[in-house]
């Protein structure tokens, strides 16, 4: 199993929807969890971050973390065509921080 | 705003060759990072490195790839005997205090022929 699993879509959705990515993970010791944002032929930009499990909501984002499942969500609201990117969950071991293991990454599509 | 910039943007090299890509990570952070993405990869990492020496390094990371800081500003990743394979943008990063907030530079793009 691989340690990080994300659909790589493409997902398209009309501008104005709700958007949920998603990704499942297999080591138990994942502690942090971070989305990122990545646009064609550009370095990845951090999203939103958090710590174990539970919600944050920052503008029209919200993470989700849930542990029991090893399944972390991002939803996006009022979704607008700059939102079009390369969407990248991110995680890591809190004994093993500084080795942070990216997703293969979900291609959205917003459409005005 | 502060950022990561990496130089060159774009190299091109034989097989064989060596090469470094160099950064200059955010000038207050003390935890420098490269990854790699092959085209239509997932952003893979390469190696950390804090205070001085390499705190993490993946299965990629072998004896031909190394990193250093030779000053105050620079982060770099030699790659000593280029391969095929070896063609991908690689990603400089860094952080401050908060693990996982990682502050990526635009690439270099290394074409190995």
């Known amino acids: 199993q691989k340690e990080v699993e994300q659909d790589p879509g493409p997902l398209s959705v009309p501008e104005g929807a709700i958007v949920s990515l998603n990704c499942t993970y297999s080591n138990s010791a994942f502690q942090y969890f971070m989305w990122y944002r990545q646009y064609s032929r550009k370095g990845p930009e951090l999203l939103m971050y958090?710590?174990?499990?539970g919600n944050k909501e920052d503008g029209r984002f919200t993470a989700q973390v849930d542990k029991s499942s090893k399944y972390i969500s991002l939803f996006i609201r009022d979704s607008q065509p700059s939102d079009s990117a390369t969407y990248l969950c991110?995680?890591?071991?809190?004994?093993?921080?500084?080795?942070?293991?990216f997703g293969k990454g979900t291609r959205l599509h917003i459409l005005p | 705003e502060p950022e990561v910039t990496q130089t060159p943007s774009h190299q091109v090299t034989q097989m064989g060759q060596e090469v470094i890509l160099r950064c200059v990570p955010i000038s207050n952070h003390l935890y420098f990072y490269w990854y790699r993405q092959i085209l239509g990869q997932k952003v893979e990492f390469l190696v950390s490195?804090?205070?001085?020496?390499?705190?993490?390094k993946s299965e990629i990371f072998d004896d031909q790839f190394s990193v250093e800081r030779p000053d105050g500003s620079n982060f770099t990743l030699k790659i000593r005997s280029t391969k095929l394979e070896d063609s991908a943008m690689y990603f400089c990063?860094?952080?401050?205090?908060?693990?996982?907030?990682?502050?990526f530079g635009e690439g270099s793009r290394l074409t190995v022929l």
């Open positions: 991110a995680m890591s071991d809190k004994n093993r921080d500084d080795k942070i293991i």
């Open positions: 490195f804090y205070n001085n020496e390499i705190s993490e």
């Open positions: 990063a860094s952080r401050g205090t908060i693990a996982g907030e990682l502050f």
């Open positions: 958090t710590y174990s499990s």
